[in-house]
């Protein structure tokens, strides 16, 4: 990554590490716990959300541009991705895309899995796999190629873990000055500000409307067909924190199909 600089430190802690202020996005898959402990004796979800990883990695490397600018890590059920202010578009890009596949074509098990905590051993439904996420901005420590710690990565994580709460990407105020700030170094600047929604507490990150202006697809119409099913859900679940944000996501629907 030749657009990070070398820092000298102290032998005594280890001597080299890379320091860059970056944008860093912090991507959680909702119920993601529940999944892995019904997929002990099933597979398929950890299969598939590793493969979803995959592809959106090869077609990262495919583009020798993005491959320079974009960087991802995994650690458990978080998707870390890194980039420069200049190419926070191809960011938002490749986050689009893995939010949209995630929802329209799922991680799920191979069987409907039980929730044990349901009296009446209620179905866990499987349709459909959220992602929230929280996006910061600020130095990144890097050693050895891979991120080390920084500020902005702790930022990013938390807007994800105690903000977000709903399946939606919310941004930090950092994001907001940094794109005050470099506005004109910004490709694409004037679609990331047509893709950013005021919400009751923070912005967030319209995924569907800037995957919709970089595919010339209209993914919303793609998409709102599964409002009804959506609905549905609401209908039948019992746990109230899983049916809020099922709730978010059709006022989310609703909010962008009007507009």
Request: aromatic residues 12%; negative net charge.
């Amino acid at each position: 990554m030749l657009w990070l600089k070398k820092v000298k430190v102290d032998e005594d802690q280890g001597g080299y590490f890379m320091v860059k202020k970056l944008v860093v996005c912090c991507l959680d898959i909702l119920g993601y716990s529940q999944k892995v402990e019904c997929s002990k004796d099933d597979e398929c979800f950890m299969e598939n959300l590793h493969e979803m990883i995959r592809e959106l990695e090869e077609e990262i490397k495919k583009s020798e541009e993005n491959k320079s600018c974009l960087k991802i890590q995994t650690f458990s059920d978080s998707i870390f991705l890194f980039c420069e202010p200049k190419d926070f578009a191809v960011l938002l890009y490749y986050v689009s895309v893995f939010i949209f596949r995630v929802f329209k074509y799922g991680i799920n098990l191979k069987q409907p899995c039980k929730d044990d905590n349901s009296k009446d051993g209620n179905i866990v439904q499987n349709e459909y796999t959220l992602v929230r996420g929280g996006i910061s901005y600020g130095n990144i420590h890097i050693k050895k190629g891979e991120v080390f710690w920084g500020k902005a990565i702790i930022e990013a994580h938390e807007m994800e873990s105690a903000i977000a709460i709903y399946p939606r990407i919310v941004l930090h105020s950092s994001i907001m000055e940094m794109l005050e700030e470099q506005k004109d170094e910004i490709k694409d600047f004037v679609d990331i500000k047509d893709s950013i929604l005021d919400d009751f507490d923070f912005p967030y990150f319209n995924s569907l409307k800037f995957l919709s202006v970089k595919t010339g697809k209209d993914e919303v119409k793609n998409i709102i067909e599964d409002t009804n099913n959506l609905q549905k859900i609401v209908e039948n679940e019992k746990n109230s924190k899983v049916r809020q944000k099922y709730l978010w996501l059709m006022r989310y629907f609703e909010r962008i199909y009007s507009s």
